[in-house]
């Protein structure tokens, strides 16, 4: 199943509503919804190019690979891009001694004056983001988010907050499917099946609200926890034209095991940041931000 919002495709995930906090008081769920929201406007290639750039600004040498893995690029995008900025001037891409087959990255002299080029127009656009957060505000989320990534100190102070947020939402993802896959489940699941476990029987529109989601994506969700076994379609006894969406045990089992999994996500999060101070002032600051809808015609550099 598709990701429920994505670059280019529109944001099928809605902004400026209110969320459940049965589900917003775990980090990884609040911080997909924050991905959501700087995501919810389209982006231009300048998004790309600007993440490379920062990602390689500490000056240590990366593989190619391994920078599409963490930006979450796919591979042969990666290459297109890579060679683009290599023709502009702005990366070297060496062979690694280590590994002939493989490729290390740096950024050059001219990189980083694009780099600082680029730095007003994601600003700006930066503070369309977070337009309900102060600028102190705005520092302070992104120092607990590079905490979040464990890079407090070795992150390059200028990343954007959007660069900051799409990290930390990608790396809790990465770690919450390893941490599932085993039981053919991925994180993602645990927003759907919590909604229809507090809800159900309950209609497909009323799931689709809880989750301050669109009514096709919520069906493409409600289509894929059906074929797993774990969600049932029944039909509501008070519109017979209407679904009614309930787990069924296997849903059930499975709810419960992913409720434990982002329990021990969330303990390590509040241990990374260094104490549930922290962690209620990130929650705080995400939850003041959200509260914004993406300003219209924001830059689009970010």
């Known amino acids: 199943m598709a990701e429920p919002h994505g670059h280019g495709r529109g944001t099928a995930e809605l902004a400026g509503v209110e969320l459940a906090p049965e589900l917003t008081r775990y980090l990884p769920y609040l911080m997909r919804r924050a991905f959501a929201h700087v995501t919810a406007a389209e982006r231009s290639t300048q998004a790309r190019d600007y993440a490379v750039l920062a990602a390689l600004a500490d000056g240590h040498g990366t593989s190619q690979q391994a920078l599409a893995e963490r930006l979450e690029i796919n591979r042969t995008i990666m290459v297109k891009l890579i060679d683009r900025l290599q023709g502009a001037g702005y990366v070297t891409r060496t062979r690694n001694p280590d590994n002939r087959r493989s490729y290390l990255l740096a950024l050059t002299d001219a990189g980083r004056g694009e780099l600082a080029r680029m730095q007003p127009a994601v600003l700006e656009r930066d503070r369309a983001l ?19 990534l464990g890079e407090p100190d070795g ?32 994180v993602r699941d645990f927003g759907a099946l919590s909604a229809i476990g507090r809800l159900g029987p309950c209609p497909q529109q009323q799931f689709a609200r809880y989750l301050a989601l669109t009514e096709p994506a ?44 982002v329990d021990r996500m969330q303990a390590e999060i509040v241990q990374t940041l260094g104490g549930t101070q922290a962690e209620t002032e990130l929650h705080a600051l995400i939850h003041k931000m959200l509260a914004a809808p993406v300003a219209a015609g924001a830059d689009q550099a970010g």
Not at 132 to 146: C, G, H, P, Y
Not at 158 to 186: K, W
């Open 218 to 261: 919520a069906a493409l969700i409600v289509d894929e926890l059906v074929e797993k076994g774990l969600v049932t379609r029944g039909q509501d006894p008070d519109d017979r034209r209407r679904y009614a969406l309930e787990l069924t045990a296997l849903g059930r089992e499975r709810l419960a095991y992913l409720t434990g999994a």
């Open 155 to 186: 992150t390059p102070s200028g990343l954007s907050t959007e660069y900051l947020i799409t990290q930390a939402f990608y790396l809790l993802r990465r770690r919450g499917d390893a941490l599932v896959s085993d039981a053919g489940l991925r």
């Open 130 to 148: 977070t337009a309900k957060l102060t600028e102190d505000e705005r520092v302070r989320l992104n120092e607990l988010l590079r905490t979040v």
